[in-house]
Nanobody, 121 residues
């Protein structure tokens, strides 16, 4: 059973930064791609970023490119999302996701419970 536990959410002012973490367990972490998604109030869940199993490749949504950075520590079974220049419209629940392949060319199969990020103006 794969378990994903997010942490690091909270409240921040517009223009500020936060780093989210996701601790994974239940399978060999370094074999699989990981990702971050978010769901803003009243909106559908959207892709934010993904990283391949050994961090050779990353992908970002257009809206966060240049401001967010996804990374992973396979020794610690943890994936991170460093967020900067946050905008109030990025207030959302952020979800960690685990793919079933080495690269993120499918849909995630496992999800964390989410961590709230609130950006105030």
């Amino acid at each position: 059973q794969v378990q994903l536990v997010e942490s690091g959410g909270g409240s921040v002012q517009a223009g500020g930064s936060l780093r989210l973490s996701c601790a994974a367990s239940g399978r060999t972490f370094s074999y699989y791609a990981m990702g971050w998604f978010r769901r803003a109030p009243g909106k559908e869940r959207e892709f934010v970023a993904a990283i391949s199993c050994r961090a050779a490749s990353t992908a970002y949504s257009d809206s966060v490119t240049g401001r967010f950075t996804i990374s992973r520590d396979n020794a610690e079974n943890t994936v991170y999302l460093q967020m900067s220049s946050l905008d109030p419209e990025e207030t959302a629940v952020y979800y960690c996701a685990a793919y079933t392949r080495r690269y993120y060319n499918d849909m995630p199969a496992y999800w964390g419970q989410g961590t709230q990020v609130t950006v105030s103006s």
